[in-house]
């Protein structure tokens, strides 16, 4: 039984992709699927893919588990809900480890002012600011999952304040951890920096609207690097346009790439990045699906696959 690779990325990418693989599981004849006959799709057991576009997994009758190469599934998880195949997220040390780089390295540049430091220098003004020690800045994780849990590790250890709000309530060490409406109510309020690292679901979908972002403390700040619609985007241009939120750095959209006549792009207000906080690691990656895929060979076992019932 053959794999295949099913995504929309450059060809050049997806050959990639399927000469690691091979190398690393000599065993297997891995395919794209653009390469498929009709006789070959029925082969097809296993599915590697980089956001896939539905019809060609629905294409594959004998499929038995879908890996992707990506962390977040969400958009999958909705377009294949007919699709009774379980779906295996990547779950990657190395992608953890960028993010939790990321957060630190835009949670640095919130700490030290630089959005006004930037201002200050298209306006030629010479205005120094407080500094703020870590310890006194309250950082608070929504999401203590994989990479959420290496980002608070990470600011931990650099002396902030790290608050962190799951579904199911946690006890880490150095960190205060919240959970439920009634502990996202508690945690809003003594955040300084709010860094959304939640899957998309039906319970995350719109959770940072006008009511939830007022809870922040005035002048606080916002880190989006999970999905774009976790966020009421109009609510938060509202509360930047009167200050009660700072700052919000925005990794991700309802709409990507980010429409040219989106008020994101020239709000004063907001730093634009074009989904770059934690890309998946061709070779970090690759290892981790081939270990997968040898386990599954060895046991018959799909490795941990997504609940579908939580949605993530
Ligand atoms: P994960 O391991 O599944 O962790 C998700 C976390 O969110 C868990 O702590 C979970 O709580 C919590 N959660 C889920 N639903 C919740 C709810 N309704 N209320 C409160 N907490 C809730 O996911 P991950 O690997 O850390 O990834 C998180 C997201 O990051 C992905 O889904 C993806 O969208 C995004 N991502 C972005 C990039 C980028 O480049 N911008 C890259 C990779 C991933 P429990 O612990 O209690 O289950």
New binding site residues.
């Given amino acids: 039984m053959a794999i295949s690779f099913v995504g929309q990325v450059p060809e050049d990418e997806r050959d990639d992709w399927i000469k690691r693989l091979s190398d690393l599981l000599p065993g297997e004849t891995i395919r794209a699927f653009e390469d498929l006959s009709e006789a070959d799709k029925h082969e097809i057991e296993i599915a590697v893919v980089a956001n896939p576009e539905p019809a060609k997994l629905e294409a594959l009758p004998n499929l038995k588990w879908i890996h992707s190469v990506?962390?977040?599934?969400?958009r999958m998880m909705a377009e294949l809900s007919h699709l009774d195949v379980p779906i295996v997220?990547l779950?990657d040390p190395e992608?953890?480890r960028v993010?939790g780089e990321?957060v630190l390295a835009w949670t640095y540049y919130l700490q030290r002012d630089m959005p006004k430091y930037r201002d200050g220098q298209k306006n030629k003004a010479w205005i120094q600011h407080a500094y703020k020690y870590p310890w006194e800045v309250n950082v608070t994780l929504?999401?203590?999952?994989?990479?959420?849990?290496e980002a608070a590790r990470r600011l931990k250890e650099a002396g902030f304040q790290v608050n962190?709000?799951?579904?199911?309530?946690?006890e880490i060490d150095g960190i205060s951890c919240h959970?439920?409406t009634d502990g996202?109510t508690e945690v809003l309020g003594k955040t300084d920096i709010l860094v959304s690292?939640?899957?998309?679901?039906a319970?995350?979908r719109g959770?940072l609207s006008k009511e939830r972002l007022s809870q922040l403390k005035s002048g606080a700040n916002l880190i989006n690097?999970?999905?774009g619609p976790i966020i009421v985007d109009e609510d938060l241009i509202m509360l930047l346009d009167t200050g009660h939120i700072a700052h919000a750095v925005l990794?991700?959209f309802a709409v990507e790439p980010l429409p040219e006549t989106d008020p994101y792009w020239s709000h004063p207000s907001v730093t634009v990045l074009p989904?770059?906080?934690?890309?998946?690691d061709i070779n970090s990656a690759s290892s981790i699906v081939a270990d997968n895929i040898a386990s599954y060979r060895k046991t018959g076992e799909v490795p941990g696959a997504?609940d579908r019932s939580?949605?993530?």
């Fill in positions: 990506w962390a977040g599934v969400e997220r779950v992608l953890s993010m990321a929504l999401g203590l999952g994989a990479l959420g849990m962190g709000w799951s579904r199911n309530l946690k959970c439920g996202l690292l939640l899957p998309l679901t319970q995350t959770l690097f999970a999905r990794d991700v989904h770059i906080s934690a890309p998946s997504v939580s949605g993530y």
